[in-house]
Structure formats: C-alpha cells, structure tokens
C-alpha cells in the first residue's frame, strides 16, 4: 500500500511564527502537492514538485513556500504564520503521469494536517 | 482554466435510499476521472476511477460511476447508503496524469 505520511496531525502556533509542515512518502513517487482544504473552498493546490529541488507554484502560494530536497519528503513553510492560514493541509504524491499513455495514474493522499494560528 | 463543478454541496439521503453525486468537468479532452471519499478527519481515499474503456466504472463499498462524455460528467451512485457512508465525497479529473483539479465537494449525510 501507498503510504503517505504526515508528521503533524494538530498544530497550533502563533502569528507570525514559522511553520513547518512535513510530508514523506514510501513509493517513490516523481510528483507531491500540498493542498489547502476549507469549508465551502475544496481544495485548492499549493504548490507541486515534479522532481527533487524542483517546484512549482499552484492555486494559491502567496504566504507559503516548499522544499524538496529529497525524492521521498516534500515540506511546506509558512514563513509567518497568519490567522487566515488556519486549515487542514494535504500532502499528496502520485506516479509520474505520461498523459495518454498512461495507464494507472492516481493521486494518494496523507492523513492530513490541522493547523490554527491563534 | 480547468474545472471541475461538484453540483450539491450537501445530500440527505435515508438509509438503505439510492443517492447520486453529480460531477461535471469543463473539458471535453481526453481525461482520468476520479472520485474521492474524506471519512471526518482523515485524508481523501480513492473510491474508483476513470482511466479508459467501460464507462461504467465501479470502486469499492458498493459505488459506481458513469462517465458520459458527450454530458461531460461522471456521476457517483450508490443503489442503498449505509450510515457509515456518512462522509465528504470528491469528484477530481486529470489530463495529464500529472496535474488534479478537484470539486468543491459534497457532503452525504445517511439518515437513519
């Protein structure tokens, strides 16, 4: 089974303080995300990494940044933390897709990370 | 821009009543459909998806999904829901199996 794990299930922290989500994953995935989960909004993506130091901005980066200095982890800092970053956060990595050639590509996710900035 | 439109945010439903989840997707490339199952604080675990082939696709706990292409849309049902179907489903599409874009979400609720 694909596992993806991530470190913190609860968090609270502070405004302005630096944040530290940790994500790993067991399946040597190319690809992982971070998504931001609220009420009413879905998901919206973050960032995405297609390889090692690589990555890309998604939906909504503004206030957040990532890194991927290994195949298996993918972290994401809020620089200073604000009441307005107060959600769930999902990890998520998936197979390197091949667009139609590809035959099985699925996106697995982690258990999730609730994070409230008081 | 992509996009996938999730046309309930909430469902009642009784148990042991039929219930569908509607998804329609804006692109009418080709696409990997998918739908998602959130159980209350946890992750998103994949129910079934669409890759190719029989548009009827089925996943696990007794759901279904029909892709309809020419409706662009890839409903979810389920012919009896059980209380423990109470959850947050999602409907994701992918075009090239490295990108997702998801819905908005529903929200099932099982009536007893």
């Known amino acids: 089974d694909v596992k993806v794990t991530q470190s913190s299930r609860y968090l609270v922290k502070r405004t302005g303080e630096k944040v530290f989500l940790e994500c790993v994953q067991d399946?040597?995935?190319?690809?992982m995300f971070w998504y931001r989960q609220d009420p009413g909004l879905g998901l919206r993506l973050i960032y995405f990494?297609?390889?090692?130091?690589?990555?890309e901005k998604g939906d909504i980066p503004e206030g957040y940044s990532v890194s991927r200095e290994k195949k298996e982890r993918f972290s994401l800092i809020l620089e200073s933390a604000s009441t307005n970053q107060t959600s769930m956060y999902l990890c998520?990595?998936?197979?390197?897709?091949?667009?139609?050639?590809?035959?099985?590509?699925?996106?697995?996710f982690g258990e999730g990370s609730w994070l409230t900035v008081v | 821009a992509q996009s996938v439109t999730q046309l309930d945010s909430q469902v009642p439903v009784f148990e042991e009543a039929p219930v569908e989840l509607r998804c329609n997707y804006s692109?009418?490339?080709?696409?990997?459909l998918f739908w998602y199952v959130q159980y209350p604080n946890q992750g998103l675990q994949l129910l079934l998806k669409?890759?190719?082939?029989?548009?009827l696709v089925k996943g696990i706990n007794g759901f279904e999904a029909e892709f309809n292409k020419s409706q662009t849309s890839f409903h979810l049902r389920k012919p009896s829901v059980h209380i423990s179907d109470t959850a947050e489903y999602f409907c994701?599409?992918?075009?090239?199996?490295?990108?997702?874009?998801f819905g908005t979400g529903t929200s099932l609720t099982v009536i007893p």
């Open positions: 669409y890759l190719s082939g029989s548009t």
């Open positions: 990494s297609y390889d090692v130091k690589m990555k």
């Open positions: 998520a990595s998936s197979p390197l897709g091949q667009g139609a050639v590809d035959s099985g590509n699925t996106i697995y």
């Open positions: 692109s009418s490339v080709s696409v990997y």
């Open positions: 994701a599409v992918s075009y090239t199996g490295n990108q997702f874009y």
């Open positions: 399946m040597d995935h190319e690809n």
